[in-house]
């Protein structure tokens, strides 16, 4: 089974797009000349901030999926190798969520 590369790149609107594949020079080619997904041939020129390189594809599909769900906050974390408040920008931030874990002495 092939190797596989997980990747975002920044958009010239300053958006993130996250994919991967097995070739990462060709694909990084097709998204620069316009053939890559739609969110990016809108959003030329693109530059690769972030890469993963793992043992297989299915294990880049899967991470991919995984930081396609996180929050812009999050990605910018990860890009700038942040890991440590990976955590705390999981947590939920909305009111309710805030408000049981007030009660609880949490926060």
Wanted: glycine residues 6%; positive net charge.
């Amino acid at each position: 089974m092939p190797k596989g590369f997980v990747y975002i790149l920044e958009c010239s609107d300053g958006s993130f797009y996250t994919g991967s594949t097995i070739n990462l020079e060709r694909r990084l080619s097709e998204h620069q000349n316009g053939e890559g997904a739609r969110h990016t041939q809108k959003r030329l020129p693109l530059s690769l901030v972030y890469v993963e390189e793992f043992q297989q594809i299915h294990q880049a599909f899967y991470r991919e999926k995984q930081i396609q769900g996180w929050s812009r906050a999050k990605k910018i974390a990860l890009i700038d190798n942040n890991y440590e408040i990976l955590p705390k920008l999981s947590e939920c931030q909305n009111e309710s969520h805030y408000r049981i874990q007030k009660r609880r002495g949490l926060v």
